[in-house]
């Protein structure tokens, strides 16, 4: 059975850094796009950053372009996001998601062409 664990999560300040992992297991297999969500509470999913397999195609949200990186170690079947310069407002629970097959550019953002959901880990952000 696929599982997707989300780790890494914590309370940081304000202008701190924490790195997500996320790890493939058991009978997962290997996915072309793995990303990472988050929610707040009262809020809709928002999407965060995907990065596909093959490479080629790595997309951010605009709220954290220039502060998060996405990355991959293929042969750990573990996808990474290093955040930077964090702020309070990126106070949430964040998910890891992975989708086995291709899909075009504008619809990986979108959090239903994802297969396979993580449990989310919690990132707080103090001032």
């Known amino acids: 059975q696929v599982q997707l664990q989300a780790c890494g999560g914590g309370l940081v300040q304000a202008g701190g850094s924490l790195r997500l992992s996320c790890a493939a297991s058991?009978?997962?297999?290997?996915?072309?796009?793995m990303g990472w969500f988050r929610q707040a509470p009262g809020k809709e999913r928002e999407f965060v950053a995907t990065n596909s397999r093959g490479g080629g195609n790595t997309y951010y949200g605009d709220s954290v372009k220039g502060r998060f990186t996405i990355s991959r170690d293929n042969a750990k079947n573990t996808v990474y996001l290093q955040m930077n310069s964090l702020r309070p407002e990126d106070t949430a629970v964040y998910y890891c998601?992975?989708?086995?097959?291709?899909?075009?550019?504008?619809?990986?953002?979108?959090?239903?062409?994802?297969?396979?959901w993580g449990q989310g880990t919690q990132v707080t952000v103090s001032s």
């Open positions: 058991g009978s997962a297999g290997r996915f072309d796009m």
């Open positions: 998601a992975a989708r086995a097959r291709r899909i075009i550019a504008s619809y990986m953002g979108v959090a239903d062409s994802y297969d396979y």
